[in-house]
């Protein structure tokens, strides 16, 4: 019996107020039980697709981030004068140090915030997810 028939007799059974045909009823429920199941096999499929693409696209961002921080790091002349290679004066070349340190301290700080920010990020759609995937 097909989807057209069963509808057919449910119709007929509901205008006569007829008992249902013998077996119709197990049918039935077999049925909507095979449905259910696929709706829930199809949900599932989705969820664990939804969860990938989150997953992958946090740790996407995440490198990115830690690509905008190395090449942050790395781009020490920009907008500045270039630094001399060696100092004569001992003094200067411990300040030039010192300007150096503070440079690329200030910058790693930059990158780990960056860091930061995208772990809780990530953490977020996590928890959202799961929220959604327990409902």
Known sequence: MNDKQID?????????DQALPE????RLEQQIDAWAAAEKKETM???FRRRSLYWFSGAAAAILLLCVGIFNLTDLNT????LA??????QEAAIAAQKALAFMSVNL?????????????????NRILNKHLKD
């Open 45 to 47: 499929r989705s969820s």
């Open 23 to 26: 077996g119709l009823s197990e």
């Open 85 to 90: 290679d060696t100092y004569d004066n001992p």
């Open 8 to 16: 057919e007799l449910i119709n007929q059974v509901l205008r006569d």
């Open 79 to 82: 907008g500045k004068q270039p």
């Open 109 to 125: 700080n930059k990158g780990i915030e960056q860091m930061n920010d995208a772990r809780q990020e990530m953490n977020k759609v």
